[in-house]
Every structure is written in C-alpha cells, then in structure tokens.
C-alpha cells in the first residue's frame, strides 16, 4: 500500500550546523512534496514544498531536493538556529479512488538544535 | 479567511460517552482530511473527503468511529462510545486540489 517513510527519527545539531531529514515513498504517481513543521503544542505548518518537475528548490536557509527515479526526497536545513527546534513531516499524496488525492505523512522527525 | 476552525480545543470525557468533533474548512477548499496525531503512531490519516463525498475511510480504527460532511462548509467525527486508548490530538486539515494542506488548531481529547 501507499507508504511514506522518514528518517531519522531524532536529530540533534549543534547551532549553526546543518540538518538533513530524508523521505521515501511509494506512489510513483506521487508529483507533490510538501514539509510541515510543527512546533510543540501547535498545528503542523508548511514550510516548504516542491513538485515533481523540478529538483530543488531553495527559500532562505530551507532547501528541499527530489529523487524521482530513486523515489526519495530530502529537507536541508542550513545555519540552524535554535526556533528550528520542532518535530519535521514530509508528506506525499497519493491517487486512489478516481483519482481523487491522499496525503500521507511520514512519521516525523524531532530535531534539537544545541546551543 | 480565519483558517481552519476546529472545536472544541479541549475535551475531557468518560468512557464510554459519545464525543463529537468539529471543523469548518476554509471556504472554497475541496478536501477535508481527519488525523489522529499521538506519540506512538504519528499523524495517522482517519478518513477524508472530497466534494464533501467520503472517498477513503480505511484509516478509521472501528465502527466507534464515524465521520460526516453534510455540506462544504462543515465536518464531524464522532466517536461512540468512547474508550481510554482514543485520547489524542485530532487534527482536521483542509485544501484545494492538489496544493497545500491547512490544519486546524487540533482538538485534544482525553478519555478517562
């Protein structure tokens, strides 16, 4: 079935570092790759996405990049600070029942930035 | 737009009592989506809705669990009765066609 997966499940950096979280899916149908980050106690928020077409895509310190062929994609995250503090999705839709679109999350990643 | 606009934020109930959750999309989305959100299972997706039409209601964990969209502009998922292991956030989540998806502020639920 549709499957999303995340890694790492934790992720500790120290300020000023870099962090990289990595997804693979299963949907080769799938053209749409958001993130979501979500803070402790609030919503899940998006903080960037990209669609199948391209293979980055870069805003301020995010980056997020695109394997379509391997299936997998990655959310970079450069010169961390310590409000990047938060739990990551990645989330990939998938086509079912005419043609109507699924989001599946992945299983997050927490990540701590030390100071 | 106020966003997505779930409630109640907060709800404590016993178990075995009927509790209903609610959520108004963002006017002119086209999918609503319900996920339970607890710290063993992640962001698992209950069902969702597309034109108001329940189109994939495998996520749902039993006939406890029930969940209706009577018109574009609100949505219900009800459980009855409820039990202590459903205590979560319940989150909906709205958009249109194939972009991003908007979450409401979540509902948490405590069965004790």
């Known amino acids: 079935g549709e499957n999303v997966e995340q890694h790492p499940s934790t992720l500790s950096v120290q300020e000023g570092d870099s962090a990289v979280i990595k997804c693979t899916y299963s949907d080769s149908a799938s053209n749409y790759f958001p993130w979501y980050k979500q803070e402790l106690g609030k919503r899940p928020q998006l903080i960037i996405d990209?669609?199948?077409?391209?293979g980055e895509k870069k805003d301020q310190r995010i980056a997020v990049t695109l394997n379509k062929t391997a299936k997998h994609f990655s959310l970079h995250i450069t010169e961390t600070q310590p409000e990047d503090s938060a739990v990551y999705f990645c989330a990939a839709p998938t086509t079912g029942y005419s043609s109507a679109s699924k989001i599946i999350f992945g299983s997050g990643t927490r990540l701590s930035i030390r100071p | 737009d106020a966003g997505v606009i779930q409630s109640p934020r907060h709800e404590v109930t016993e178990m075995g009592q009927e509790v209903t959750l609610r959520c108004k999309p963002i006017s002119g989305h086209d999918y609503l989506f319900w996920y339970r959100q607890t710290m063993m299972r992640g962001l698992e997706l209950l069902i969702y809705f597309n034109n108001n039409v329940p189109i994939d209601d495998s996520g749902m964990p039993e006939d406890r669990f029930s969940a209706k969209m009577p018109n574009a502009s609100f949505s219900t998922l009800k459980i009855q009765p409820s039990e202590p292991r459903d205590s979560a956030v319940y989150f909906c989540?709205?958009?249109?066609?194939?972009?991003?998806?908007?979450f409401g502020q979540g509902t948490r639920l405590t069965v004790v």
């Open positions: 989540a709205t958009r249109m066609g194939r972009g991003e998806a908007f």
């Open positions: 990209i669609r199948s077409n391209v």
